[in-house]
């Protein structure tokens, strides 16, 4: 049974009054949504073990195949979870000019990924130590300028180099995920749910039990365009001091080994396999957050390489080349 989330009223003396965030309408055009498996957490509470292995079941498969899981009924009611985003809407309506400078994302002073982000343009140069930490994102409707600089895309394709990131399903689809069958499919809108996204470093630890899957923001369908698009997101830490290795010692990977077939856990087998030192987590996000570009801006990091006809953008960090779709 999950404990009730029970947070302070909304109306407590000396809060400011929130305007409730209205849902903007879903798209109505027929799209080839990527399908995703849900994990209902009520479900552990039915006194059938069979209907709870069921779950677990399907819990595995969306965690190896899938990397992307719709999360319900997780103790938190669609009530309490829309107030987060009157809360970011307040946030965004209500910042000042002087305080989105005093807060400007300065990963260079600040070490941290956290701060006010203009919507285009960032400022970051290197060495920044990123944590876990909740982003309240606006993603700006549509704009001819930026469309014109990003080609459409508002986040580069990327696999969240983290354990896991809770992003709470939107309305405004243009989250997009790299399916098994190499096509960008976007993620549907389930209300109330949260999206889990594996990240590389869950799929290191777990020996590529645990699969992470790329994926990007571009702009939504056509009939979403000229909405604003608010993204509220949980990135989960790491201990910055550990390796990137699989965690060998545990029954999981005792009993059945490492599952050889996914990204990240292949690329660092082979730095292993070369006798190249296995970096840490802190090493290995320092390295992509420091090279995270607007997609407005030029990455000089990337390289574009053809493989078997279809275009792929190469990075490379600490001797781990990353494949990309482009
Ligand atoms: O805004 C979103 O839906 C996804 C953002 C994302 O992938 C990220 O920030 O890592
Ligand atoms: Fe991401």
Not at 6 to 32: C, F, M
Request: aromatic share 10%.
């Amino acid at each position: 049974m999950t404990a009730p989330f029970n947070p302070p009223a909304a109306d407590l003396a000396g809060k400011p009054k929130v305007t409730p965030w209205v849902p903007p309408p879903t798209s109505k055009l027929d799209i080839d949504w990527a399908k995703l498996r849900t994990i209902d957490l009520s479900i552990l509470d039915n006194p059938d073990p069979t209907v709870v292995q069921d779950l677990v079941d399907t819990c595995r498969v969306a965690i190896r195949d899938d990397g992307f899981i719709f999360l319900e009924h997780y103790g938190i009611s669609i009530e309490q979870l829309h107030r987060q985003f009157d809360i970011a809407q307040y946030l965004h309506q209500h910042i000042s000019d002087e305080d989105k400078e005093r807060l400007h994302w300065n990963p260079d002073e600040s070490g941290t990924f956290a701060g006010w982000k203009p919507m285009w343009g960032w400022r970051s140069k290197n060495g920044p130590v990123g944590q876990g930490y909740f982003r309240q994102a606006l993603y700006y409707a549509s704009d001819d300028v930026v469309h014109a600089k990003g080609k459409g895309t508002r986040m580069n394709g990327h696999c969240d180099f983290g354990t896991t990131t809770m992003l709470f399903s939107v309305p405004i689809s243009s989250l997009q995920i790299w399916g098994r069958d190499e096509q960008w499919r976007y993620v549907p809108y389930k209300p109330g749910s949260l999206v889990i996204n594996i990240g590389e470093t869950l799929e290191l630890v777990s020996g590529g039990h645990f699969r992470a899957t790329r994926h990007r923001v571009v702009d939504p369908p056509a009939d979403q365009l000229s909405s604003d698009r608010l993204s509220l997101v949980l990135f989960q830490a790491s201990e910055g001091d550990l390796r990137m290795e699989p965690a060998y010692q545990s029954p999981l990977l005792q009993r059945e080994g490492c599952f050889d077939s996914q990204g990240a856990y292949r690329e660092f087998k082979r730095l292993r396999e070369r006798g190249v030192p296995i970096p840490t987590n802190r090493q290995w996000r320092e390295v992509q957050i420091a090279d995270a570009h607007h997609p407005t801006d030029a990455a000089p990091n990337d390289k574009i390489v053809v493989k078997e006809g279809k275009r792929f953008i190469q990075r490379e960090y600490l001797g781990v080349n990353i494949l990309l779709p482009a």
